[in-house]
C-alpha cells in the first residue's frame, strides 16, 4: 500500500510542472492587449489562435495588387485571396473617409459588408496589415501590432507604414486595383 502511494506522489510531482505549460489552442493569443476597435477584445473560449502576421490565405496565385491614393501620394499594397477580400475587390475603386482609432490603426467604414466566409471569427493584427473589421464593417489599415480581437479578418497588406502612422488627422483615400 504504501509503495502505491509513493507512486501515484511520484506522478503527481512529475506532471504538475507540465500542467502550466500548455495552453488551448483554441482560446484567444492574449487577453491583456489593448482591443482594436470600439467592441471589446474577446477572451470567452472559442476564440482562434493567433496565426502569423502575414496574410497567408489561399495562396500568393490569389494576391490582388492594390493603391491607396492618398493627397496625392501613392501607398502599394496587396489584398489575399480569401473571401472577404474577393467582396472588397468587388466594390473597387472605393473612395473612403479614415481616421485614428487608439493609436494604432486608422479605420473607415465601407458603404456594403463583406463575405466572411471561411475565415476565422478573429485574428490579430501586425503593423502593415490591411484588415476588415466586422463589427463596424470597416476597413482597417493598422500601424501598430493588435491583439486578438473578434471581428478582424486580416485581408492583405500594405507597403509604407509611415504614411498611414504618421497622419494625425483624418484623411480621405482612394483605394483602386493596380493598374
Known sequence: MHLKT???????????????????????????????SPLETSTAAGGASQPSPVPSSEGAADNTPVTIDIDGETVTGTLSGNATSRSLI???????????????????????????DGVPAGDSA?????????????????????????????IGSFDDLEAIRDRTSGFTARLAPAN
Open 90 to 116: 468587388a466594390q473597387l475603386p472605393l473612395t473612403l473617409s479614415f481616421r485614428d482609432y487608439g493609436g494604432q490603426e486608422k479605420i473607415a467604414e465601407l458603404p456594403e459588408a463583406l463575405s466572411l
Open 6 to 36: 509513493l507512486a501515484l506522489a511520484a506522478i503527481f510531482v512529475l506532471a504538475l510542472p507540465l500542467a502550466g505549460c500548455s495552453t488551448p489552442s483554441n482560446g484567444p493569443a492574449s487577453t491583456t492587449e489593448p482591443p482594436s
Open 126 to 154: 501586425e503593423p502593415l496589415t490591411i484588415g476588415y473589421y466586422a463589427p463596424d464593417q470597416a476597413l482597417v489599415l493598422y500601424y501598430e501590432h493588435v491583439g486578438y480581437s473578434r471581428g478582424i479578418v486580416r
